[in-house]
C-alpha cells in the first residue's frame, strides 16, 4: 500500500513515489500486476475536488483502476472511510449463512421424518426376510 500525500493539487511527490515503488520492485525482482493495483483517493476538504481532475496513475504503461471501495484482509475501505460499505457487506454474509444453515437444518429434520434412520432400514429388512414382520 503506498499512501501519498497531495497537497495544492501537486501531484508530482505522489507520482514520484509510486515511481520510485515500481523500480524497486524490479530492481528486487518483484513484479506489481497492474491488473490487481487499486487507487483509492482519500479526499478530507470540505469542498472536495471532482476527483476525475486528478491524472491516474500508470505501471509498466499499464493504467491502474482508480476505485471508492476495495477489499483488504476481509475488511472493506471506502473512500470517505466510513464503516457503512464494510457493515453491509458483514450484513449480507451473515444473512446468507442464516439462509444455509436454516435451510440446511430443515432439509435435514425433513429427510429424517420422511425416512427411518439407516440402522432401522436394515432390521426391518432383516425382519422381513425372517418372517418377524408381515408386511401389509
Not at 493495483?37 to 472536495?48: A, N, S
Request: aromatic fraction near 6%; hydrophobic fraction near 35%; include cysteine.
Amino acid at each position: 500500500m503506498v499512501i501519498g500525500l497531495i497537497t495544492s493539487g501537486e501531484e508530482t511527490a505522489y507520482k514520484r513515489q509510486v515511481a520510485e515503488l515500481v523500480s524497486w520492485c524490479q530492481e528486487n525482482n518483484l513484479s506489481l500486476n497492474a491488473d490487481k493495483t487499486k487507487e483509492m483517493i482519500i479526499d478530507w476538504r470540505r469542498r472536495r475536488r471532482r476527483k476525475e481532475q486528478n491524472t491516474l496513475i500508470h505501471i509498466d504503461e499499464a493504467e491502474v483502476e482508480r476505485v471508492k471501495t476495495f477489499k483488504s484482509l476481509r475488511t472493506y475501505i471506502s473512500e470517505d472511510l466510513t464503516w457503512s460499505h464494510n457493515c453491509c457487506q458483514l450484513l449480507k454474509k451473515a444473512q446468507q449463512r442464516l439462509r444455509k444453515s436454516t435451510f440446511a437444518t430443515f432439509t435435514d429434520v425433513q429427510s429424517r421424518v420422511s425416512s427411518p434412520a439407516p440402522s432401522q432400514r436394515g432390521t426391518e429388512a432383516a425382519l422381513l426376510r425372517t418372517g418377524g414382520l408381515s408386511s401389509v
